[in-house]
């Protein structure tokens, strides 16, 4: 007997302040304006994709001490976008990353309890936490959280926030009339939570939403990220987009739910994936290689190279060789605010390949940022791209992909009227929508 | 211009209405005001009579009365913008226990969505249960004088971008000029904040920050007070030195006085109606004339409390709206596209533009 297929989950990726943003394209529209958004949000709905997805921003990036000015800079609050994109979409789900450090648990449900309402149940929350004092500048709490507080921290505030999203029943609004009472029960949304994070008592202000909670996401490749991911969360985010690396990542989450008493269809694994389409497979990988050059300009070759050296490079030409001294070894304080300076973790031994890698195939700084910085997922024709997207599903690579478009906003177009259709005819994505919950396009339970 | 030469006029959305038993009146829709589609009708009915702009009552705590429950203001206000297009949208944010780096990016926002007529309604966290729901400090610091602070943290975050930051130079590769966005590098005794913004500066430079008398008195745009007489307003006026001073009324508006009167009793049996502002109940050409009187008095304009939505919204949209109208007193359409715009201010000036 077959093994059933699998039905994919899409979702769309509003592209934010990174250096695959293509700014400088002809059809890069603004990042700001509503009507971008707008835009994005439809399209993703016209092609019936499961949801939205809004990153979030606390601090603009530096880099030397400046602020970082060749990416895309700038960005929306992330609710007040998601409630507005709820007024001009009707089934899309509407995900938004919100950091467990700088904000409070009771804030935080109020806002998520609130959008779930206001878009009848479309509502899903990426739980992050932020862990430098450099975003902590711009709040109250100012300060630091050592990693080991920052999960700590963030389990407690997640499985706080679901005490008061559970603190109203779903028949707890009577509003009779004519007896004046309004609440079933007195102590609807009561309350109460002390731990060494929270110390709050009192009555939630919002009834219970129509998901119960919101979808909960949460990324992080940590053990104790997969730990925390595979015992609270709805779905997770990851980096793992390849045959060999994403089968291990997803048997490895998956394998984590039993122990918490949950099945493997409660945790739905979705890594960010980029794509190039082409009328055929060679033009795709024309355009790609075009969109590579856009992506990485010859000053963001140089500063790119700089987190790595940890060093002002800036004397460098991007069409000349590698520098010929290696990088500064210690903490890394060229650049802040960008969570990709801890992945050089041993910068030297990075380096030393990486000039083995230009030497060897004569490139210049840019042409060898082009290709180690790379992460172009999907290129190729609307029958490769949906052929491969659906081969990675069915081979339990991954659930389905956030989709990360390289031009604001216009860059998921081609994808929805090209290869959606093709994974429409296969039968493994939705003509329709079958449900009006986000928890419904994710074949997720009702939290209850 | 079409504006006419009366005051201005905003309505106060809460709930079922401002009166506690409003909710248990045969045509409130109380289990509805958990929806968007009951926010989006209120909004489109007060922006069908061309009103100034509505406010969204918030607290961070459950209600003690009325209806027992509320949701994010900024959110209701951020999810009816894109549905609407001329009013502008004014939620109410308790500044206590929030931060104003998110609250500043999220009112930029709102401006962003409604295309330049989000403001803000400043407040300050007068109940111990609010301190309690976040348990980070106790009870009873300076939050008048915090408030300030806030209010020009805010403001500077707001022109932390200049306008023209974003360049997008293609031959040097840069999308913003960084020498036009500016750290803010506020300290106070409650706060600091360094800044920029992440948000680029909203469509109306600063979006509109209001308040009532006595809180952030001097920062913001627009004033909240409560005369209960007409002999109240001139040193009313006089006290907020040239910012704009919407008086609040609570409103009961029917046919005849005798039945607005008699609707008020009848609600006062069911619940006590606890108010600082004047509770009127008449005909909307009484109120008409009231207003009238008092915008000549010197009060810039009036927020209008509706006792019982949608009914007294429509008591201001069908009634009064057209006897103002019919003086040569209210606009016949919008003429402005902002909330500044209406309110005939000016797009501020940004103050990091040397």
Redesign the interface.
């Given at each position: 007997m077959t093994k059933p297929l699998k039905q994919i989950h899409l979702a769309a990726h509003f592209p934010g302040v990174n250096n695959t943003t293509v700014?400088?394209d002809p059809e890069a529209g603004s990042h700001?304006?509503?009507s971008s958004f707008?835009k994005l949000a439809q399209t993703a709905e016209r092609a019936k994709f499961d949801f939205f997805f809004l990153a979030e921003?606390?601090?603009?990036r530096e880099q030397g001490g400046?602020?970082y000015?060749?990416?895309?800079?700038?960005?929306?609050?992330t609710?007040?976008?998601l409630?507005?994109l709820?007024?001009?979409t009707s089934r899309l789900g509407l995900a938004g990353t919100i950091n467990s450090t700088?904000?409070?648990p009771?804030?935080v449900a109020?806002?998520f309890?609130?959008?779930d309402?206001?878009?009848?149940g479309r509502a899903a929350w990426n739980v992050v936490t932020s862990w430098d004092a450099f975003t902590g500048?711009?709040?109250?709490r100012?300060g630091f959280l050592p990693q080991d507080q920052r999960y700590s921290r963030a389990e407690t505030f997640m499985r706080t926030a679901w005490e008061l999203f559970d603190s109203w029943r779903a028949d707890d609004?009577l509003?009779d009339?004519a007896s004046?009472e309004?609440?079933r029960r007195v102590d609807?949304?009561a309350f109460a939570h002390h731990d060494g994070h929270?110390?709050?008592?009192?009555?939630?202000?919002?009834?219970r939403s129509p998901q119960g909670r919101p979808v909960i996401i949460q990324a992080g490749d940590s053990d104790e990220g997969r730990e925390f991911a595979a015992a609270t969360a709805d779905a997770i985010f990851t980096r793992h987009g390849t045959l060999e690396a994403g089968q291990a990542f997803y048997s490895d989450v998956k394998g984590r739910l039993a122990k918490y008493g949950r099945e493997g269809h409660q945790l739905i694994v979705l890594p960010a994936a980029t794509f190039v389409l082409g009328d055929t497979d060679a033009d795709a990988h024309e355009r790609a290689a075009v969109v590579r050059r856009q992506q990485v300009?010859?000053?963001?070759a140089i500063r790119s190279l700089e987190q790595l050296w940890n060093a002002d490079l800036s004397g460098f030409d991007p069409d000349g060789p590698l520098p010929a001294f290696d990088p500064v070894v210690g903490e890394n304080t060229i650049s802040r605010g960008r969570a990709s300076d801890r992945m050089h973790r041993d910068p030297v031994a990075t380096a030393r390949k990486w000039r083995e890698l230009a030497e060897a195939k004569s490139l210049s700084i840019r042409e060898l940022i082009i290709e180690v910085t790379g992460r172009q997922n999907f290129i190729g024709s609307a029958e490769t791209v949906a052929g491969r997207i659906n081969e990675l599903v069915q081979a339990d690579a991954s659930d389905g992909f956030i989709l990360v478009p390289h031009v604001t906003p216009g860059g998921l177009d081609e994808f929805a009227d090209k290869v959606v259709p093709l994974l429409q005819e296969r039968g493994v994505f939705r003509s329709e929508y079958g449900g009006a919950t986000l928890r419904d396009h994710l074949g997720l339970d009702v939290a209850v | 211009m079409t504006r006419g030469t009366g005051p201005r006029l905003a309505v106060a959305l809460d709930g079922a209405g401002w009166h506690p038993?409003a909710?248990?009146?045969?045509e409130?829709r109380?289990?509805e005001v958990?929806?968007?589609a009951y926010w989006?009708d209120l909004v489109r009915e007060a922006e069908a009579a061309t009103l100034d702009f509505v406010t969204f009552r918030d607290?961070?705590?459950?209600?003690a009365d009325?209806?027992?429950?509320?949701?994010?203001a900024?959110?209701?206000a951020?999810?009816?913008?894109?549905?609407t297009s001329g009013i502008g949208l004014v939620p109410e944010i308790v500044v206590t226990?929030?931060?104003p780096?998110?609250l500043s990016?999220?009112i930029?926002?709102?401006d962003?969505?409604s295309?330049g007529r989000g403001g803000v309604q400043v407040s300050v966290s007068g109940s111990a249960?609010e301190y309690?729901?976040?348990?980070?400090r106790s009870f009873g610091a300076d939050v008048e004088g915090e408030a300030a602070d806030y209010v020009e943290v805010l403001r500077r975050l707001w022109d932390s971008?200049e306008d023209d930051a974003?360049i997008?130079d293609?031959a040097?590769?840069?999308?913003?000029?960084?020498e036009k966005?500016h750290y803010i590098d506020f300290e106070g005794r409650?706060?600091?904040?360094?800044?920029?913004?992440?948000?680029?500066r909203p469509p109306q430079g600063q979006p509109l920050v209001t308040a009532s008398s006595g809180v952030a008195d001097s920062s913001v745009d627009v004033v909240y007070v409560t005369p209960q007489s007409r002999g109240e307003i001139g040193p009313l006026v006089e006290a907020q030195h040239g910012r704009q001073v919407f008086a609040d009324l609570v409103v009961f508006l029917d046919s005849s006085s005798a039945r607005a009167a008699e609707r008020r009793a009848e609600l006062d049996s069911?619940?006590l109606l606890e108010s600082d502002a004047l509770v009127f109940a008449g005909t909307a050409e009484e109120l008409a004339e009231l207003l009238l009187a008092w915008h000549v008095a010197g009060l810039d304009g009036f927020r209008l409390r509706p006792a019982v939505l949608p009914h007294d919204l429509r008591g201001i949209t069908r009634g009064l709206v057209p006897e103002l109208r019919a003086r040569g007193a209210f606009r016949t359409s919008y003429e402005a596209t902002t909330l500044r715009g209406l309110l005939g201010l000016d797009r501020p000036a940004n103050r990091y533009v040397a």
């Open positions: 700014w400088s700001i304006e509503f707008v921003g606390l601090r603009l400046l602020i000015d060749l990416d895309v800079v700038g960005r929306p609050d609710f007040t976008v409630a507005a709820a007024g001009v700088f904000n409070e009771f804030e109020r806002q309890a609130s959008l309402h206001l878009s009848d500048e711009n709040f109250r100012g609004v509003a009339k004046g309004f609440l609807a949304g929270f110390d709050i008592a009192g009555q939630f202000p919002v009834p300009s010859g000053a963001t | 038993a909710w248990r009146t045969e409130a109380p289990a958990f929806g968007a989006l607290s961070l705590a459950l209600p009325g209806v027992r429950g509320r949701l994010d900024v959110l209701v951020a999810r009816v913008a894109p549905l226990h929030t931060e780096f998110h990016k999220a930029a926002t709102l962003y969505v295309t249960d309690r729901n976040f348990g980070r971008w974003e997008r293609v040097t590769g840069r999308f913003v000029d960084r966005l409650f706060f600091s904040v360094r800044g920029p913004s992440i948000t680029p069911l619940a």
